[in-house]
């Protein structure tokens, strides 16, 4: 635990180091403060790797598998409910890129492996349909956390580049529109938006590959934001631009977005060896984004950039609170594997998942509230 806190303020000096910050349009600072932990109980399944997590109503949290693939449900309580995984029904092996349960108990699983989007009914543990999408030409599915909402009568879906190595500049350059809208047949509709910002069509060398697109979601709208643009745009449901917002300066997350030396392909980084090891930087991201009425909630990734033992992951919260107009931050940023990721927010509680398994062989529901 030592050791922990004093890596918190080996980071929180580094990033004050780092970057020129004008006092007076910083966020104002709120602490969040973790009130308890709760123990998720795993008597009928178990599941490894969680990448999504979402809150379902006001009593239910959706928990995304990646290693055990697999959508499994709980009660903000730790009692396990039901799972939907690859293997319990007659259709073939199915891996979630996302999953949207805004119709719950009728989710929605954007599978990558099929290009097809699955529907369940999670209380009666029923398969409903398989609707086929209709990719376009040089478009793909990404395996996992490809952004993805169900509407009234669509699909939006995040499409990435089949023409493209992830690696190479031009991925960001000539990879067109990202989102994409579909019909309830799987058709494409002519409606698609959302391409990567001038920030990273003007980088010339490899970035490390990551999720830079965040989306979050109310009944009727979303919202997207590529962070290192320092924008979030709102979409209605239907694919119309409705608003911009510009991300306030922070003391804590690094807008700046750092690429490696030159262009590098995978086999470039697999042969690299001791002291000619090509790495690339980690950039920080959002890694979980949640609208709740009239707040804006973004979870932050930010890694210290150590190697070995000293490797950390640290998070933090930005807020916007949309009827006051005002931005402000978490003034104590965590070590990711001691919060875990957040669900969603009931009256003024918040809650976070930490399932990563990289800390405890337990899982955890952690409630927390804004001081």
Known sequence: MIQRCLWVVVFLSIISCNQPIDKDTLPNLVDLTVIDSVLVEEPDF???GQFQVKLIGDSIIGVSSYKSPSVGFYHISGTQRKRIASGDYPIGAFSPSYF????????????GKSESVLSFDVEKQEFLEKIKLSLPDGKKIKLLGANFKKTKNSFL???????????HPDF???????????????KAKSLSFMEYPDVYKSVEVSLTPSNYLSMGSNSDQVLFSFPHSKTIS????????????????????????????????????????DEEKIRLPNNDYFTSVYWS????????????????????????????????KKWSETSNPMNLLDIGMLVGVVNDTLYFFEGSLLQHDEKYIKRAVLK
């Open 46 to 48: 178990f599941m490894n």
């Open 100 to 111: 949207d349960a805004s119709e719950y108990p009728v989710v929605y699983i954007l599978d």
């Open 157 to 167: 879906v995040e499409l990435t580049s089949s023409a493209y190595d992830v690696l």
């Open 172 to 186: 960001y350059k000539k990879s067109g529109s990202l989102v994409y809208t579909f019909g309830m047949d799987g």
């Open 234 to 273: 709102i979409y209605s449901d239907s694919g119309e631009f409705l608003d911009s917002l510009t991300l306030p300066q922070s003391r804590y997350f690094d807008y700046s977005l750092v690429g490696a030396e030159k262009v590098v392909g995978y086999d470039d980084l697999f042969n690299s060896v």
């Open 293 to 324: 009425n009239d707040l804006f909630l973004f979870e932050t990734w930010m890694n210290n950039g150590e190697i070995g033992p000293d490797y950390a992951t640290f998070c933090h919260l930005l807020l916007y609170d949309q009827k006051k």
